[in-house]
């Protein structure tokens, strides 16, 4: 069993995933509409990976005999004013999941709980390559120059990601 103290902070985390899912799917919708089909694609990819974050949360608190309780997921905005700012969010949004994930870790050896403990490791090297992504796209965004018609290479590249 886990503490209810726990149970409850993972259970935001199931919804702050999701939302994270739900935020990369507003941000592909954005680029497919600005035609940029390539940054969709990666972040219909970015979107299925968050999924799969917030399915490891739920399937550990069951798990460890948790009880699951679904937030409503917050809509994320839909409309961006260039990539660069669509990965400026990114970058910022990944460094504050990092922040929660920090606090998760705390939160477990404060409640002595090795097994979260442990099972957030996989999340602690994780951000390290979400950060790292996010800044280097934004990087490459603005070596090339945040307007639509420079982006083409780049677009061209992201979208094969599988
Ligand atoms: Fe689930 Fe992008 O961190």
Redo the contacts with the bound molecule.
């Keep these: 069993m886990i503490s209810k103290t726990i149970e409850e902070a993972l259970n935001k985390q199931v919804n ?2 999701y939302y ?1 899912a739900y935020l ?1 799917l507003a941000m592909s919708a954005h680029f497919e509409s600005v035609n940029l089909k390539g940054f969709s694609k990666w972040m219909r990819v ?1 979107a299925r ?2 999924q799969t ?2 399915d490891k949360f739920l399937e550990y608190l069951m798990a460890r005999g948790g009880k699951v309780a679904l937030l409503a997921i917050e809509a994320p905005k839909a409309k961006w004013a260039s990539a660069g700012k669509v990965f400026e969010e990114v970058y910022a ?2 460094q504050k ?2 922040g929660m ?1 920090n606090a998760l870790v705390d939160l477990a050896i404060k409640e002595k709980d090795h097994a979260t403990f442990e099972m957030l490791q996989w ?1 602690v090297k ?2 390290v390559e ?1 950060e790292s992504s996010a800044s280097d796209i934004l990087a490459q965004i603005m070596t090339v120059g945040d307007v639509p018609g420079h982006l083409f290479y780049l677009d061209h590249h992201l979208g094969k990601r599988e």
């Design positions: 702050r995933e994270s990369y970015q990976e968050e974050h917030g949004h990944e999941v990092t994930i999340f994780e951000q979400e």
